[in-house]
Nanobody, 119 residues
């Protein structure tokens, strides 16, 4: 069974940095497009960044120039490096991955990790 496990996150002061990781495990043939999303109370889940299987990246306007998404295909892991963090970056961050397995293809979500930016 495929699982996405997230790590990283925590409490950081404004202007600081954090790195999130998202690792896929199970009977995986390939990890295709992966995205990071975040959610704050009272708001819809917001797309943050995506990376395609070939390495191409896209970012939401609110994080462009501050966040960097990358991947290590050998480890089935995607990272989100977050720099110059702002109070409004606070939220629960989720990774989402399109994964090709043996005999099927599915979209999975990580368990979520809290990021809190303090002043």
């Amino acid at each position: 069974q495929v699982q996405l496990e997230q790590s990283g996150g925590g409490l950081v002061q404004a202007g600081g940095s954090l790195t999130l990781s998202c690792t896929a495990s199970g009977r995986i043939l390939s990890v295709n497009d992966v995205g990071w999303f975040r959610q704050t109370p009272g708001k819809q889940r917001e797309w943050v960044a995506s990376i395609r299987s070939g390495g191409g990246t896209n970012y939401g306007e609110s994080v462009k120039g501050r966040f960097a998404i990358s991947r290590d295909n050998a480890k089935n892991t995607v990272y989100l490096q977050m720099n110059s963090l702002k109070l409004e970056d606070t939220g629960v961050y989720y990774c989402n991955a399109d994964i090709r397995e043996f005999g099927r293809r599915g979209v999975y979500w990580g368990q979520g990790t809290q990021v809190t930016v303090s002043s």
